[in-house]
Each structure stands twice: as structure tokens, then as C-alpha cells.
């Protein structure tokens, strides 16, 4: 079984969480699942290669912005919204209802 590595919430750098969430891709998934408690991979973003979203989620993962843990054969994905919000108050709403606009 593979374990992810995620950074602690004090070590999440602001310029690494912007970076990640620059990209369409990766900024969809994060609304996705700001709109849920979790989802998996291929609930994410499911007309994606699987490749690809291998690597969006990873980009996410270690920029501190998702938790994947491993259930059975599914890895769930949840929005770390408690840690962001926490090291950047604020950020992830503002960055949410921009989007939405």
C-alpha cells in the first residue's frame, strides 16, 4: 500500500498554494471538492486522463491544498480547508467565490 506524504499546515507556503490553484484543471477539482466532504479519483474529474490526473492531484497533494488517504482500492480525496483557512485565513473563500463569479 502507497502512503501520500502531505506537509504539515505550518509549512504551507502561500506562493506554492497559489501555484497549484493557477491552473484551470486543478482549480476546478478543488471547487469539486469544496462542494463535498470527499471524492475519488474518478469522481474528481472523471473525462481526464488518468495520467494527467494523477498529476494535478499530486500538485495538489504536496502543495498542501488536498488529503488523499487509501480505502481499499479507492483513494479519497478531501479539501484541507481547515489548514488552509488556518495558515491563510480567508484565501480559499476568496479564491472560491472569485471563480464562481
Known sequence: MRDFTHPSPESLD???VLGALGDATRLAIVRKLAATESLSCGDVCAHTP???LTHHLRILRES???HTTKQGQTHLNTLRRDDLNQRFPGLLATILA???A
Open 14 to 16: 502561500l506562493a506554492t
Open 98 to 100: 472569485q471563480n464562481a
Open 64 to 66: 498542501g491544498i488536498i
Open 50 to 52: 488518468r495520467s494527467t
